[in-house]
């Protein structure tokens, strides 16, 4: 007798292949059957009507220190996911030395936007080296599968102390031999890859360039020898893609023999970029190397609030001076202090800051109960409604935050959105060479929330878009299913198929939803986050066991730490 039964659902298989009516028979937590009449079980669940797709592989998170204390990883376990990969983007905390946890955390939180505070009391640095962490990992029953990479500045750092702190700094031959060993060491412990940033965009809390910035082909070359020697891994990277950058990494992809996973993103002062990216991706493809560019659902979108880290008020004085009252004394205060108001509105400082924000009104909008992330910056922006109602900009911003109790959010596309629509986003996606990533589930916390891109990328893709073409149902399970999974080896999942882990998710197609994105103060320390959850989730399995049964957590924690790649049973 089998454990479970999804009987009668219309299974979307996560090949691609057209959805059928079908029954899913479960046992000792690997698919076992699917077809019609697969036989009797302890439990039936009635999915006539519903979905019934593998649960999602979310390959591009930051819940390296949240993973230590977590065990259910919200806000992607809310959306259907039931594996996700973090060590992302080169940061992370192992190997380390206990007096360089400051540096590690403080790099963390200028880059990952992740606080001090949370961190120093969230995570417990009872490890040294990154074997020891993955031990501590898989420690902790969850309710996700989780798998880690080595962070480049982490293990830069624990080699050559302060020196390799500073990107410039070049490490010496014996230093380069000492790094890879450890990569070696820690990729035969089950480390799913290695990760670099190479980008700007990334600074420590103290103002320091990512200490991964400008390594030079020796180091990359040595590293990547070490993947080779270790015969496993993904060379995951976060760059500004300079010239002549990619030519530098797909040769050391080439070295390490393993796949290139870079991310793929539009900026706003090259939006062409990304397409020279693509085409050297599938130049590289044809040479032979596997490679990939990890894409996002959406724009990258800036949540603002008064209780966000971000927003249009941000850096006024006057705002600053409130800085030390609770948000609901500041909400207060803001409703009877008829002056401030005035003086936040009109007294303007002159800053760059505020300059650039006041420029941005043009592509901020409101992010309502039903959350749009494809507003139309011509009619829906906060300076286009301002001018329609021959009222202020910052008026009318600051009314909209002040709604339903000072808890109002608005949204400006940052990224993924320079022709004010998702079209480039399309076009990503399409691409053969593609995987989904870039949600980043755990970082930015009081200003980004898109870990609930697997939801949206069923909805808006395949059911709700309005301003542009969508796409199958079936194309997109299978971009976040079987090819997030195989990209990272993991080839015993993503598939409902005989013989795949039980990774599965039962979903009222017709409800399913993001709902409307909140600020929590649930963190250690009292931290401050936004979370945004999914609805139309009746029940997400994980190695056949419930986890979420109409949204709520079952209170099982099947989920465990993935050691290197998987194959089917």
Known sequence: MHDLVIRNGFVVDGTGAARRIADVAVKDGIIVAVGSDVGAARRVIAADGLLVTPGFVDIHTHYDGQATWDPLLTPSSWHGVTTTVFGNCG???????????????????????????????????DWESFPDYLDSLAAMPRVVDIGAQVPHAALRFYVMGERGAEHAEVPSEAEIGRMGALLEESLAAGALGFSTSRTTKHRAKDGRLTPSLSAREPELFGLAAAMRRAGTGVLQVN?????????????????????????????NNAPDLWRHTLSQIHAARKAGIEANGQVGARCIGIVMGLETTMHPFAGHPAWLALDNLSPEARFRLLQTDADLRRRLVEDRPTDGATRWMADMLARVCPLGDRP??????????????????????????????MAQGGKGLLMLPFENYAEGSLDVVREMIVDEATVMGVADGGAHVGVICDSSAPTYLLTHWARDRNRGERLPLEFLVRKQTRDTARSYGLNDRGVIAPGYRAD??????????????????DLPAGGRRLIQKGQG?????????????????????????????????
Do not use: C
């Open 91 to 125: 940061v992370g905390f192992a190997p380390v030395h206990k007096k360089d946890v400051p540096y590690l955390i403080n790099l963390m939180e200028g880059v990952e936007d992740i606080p001090e505070s949370v961190l120093n009391e969230g995570v417990s640095f």
């Open 239 to 267: 760059s500004d893609f300079g010239p002549g950058e990619f030519e530098a990494l797909s040769a050391a992809a080439k070295v390490a023999g393993r796949p290139l996973s870079v991310l793929l993103i539009q900026v």
């Open 372 to 401: 749009d992330y494809e507003p139309d910056p011509k009619t829906q922006s906060i300076a286009a409604m301002a001018q329609a109602r021959n009222q202020s900009p910052w008026a009318l911003a600051l009314d909209l935050m």
């Open 504 to 521: 599965l998710n039962v979903i009222d197609f017709d409800a399913l939803r993001v709902l409307r994105p909140e600020v929590v103060y």
């Open 537 to 569: 989730y009746r029940h997400t399995f994980v190695a056949g066991v419930e986890t979420l049964a109409g949204g709520e957590f079952t209170g099982a924690r099947p989920g465990r730490l993935i050691r290197g790649p998987r194959k089917v049973a």
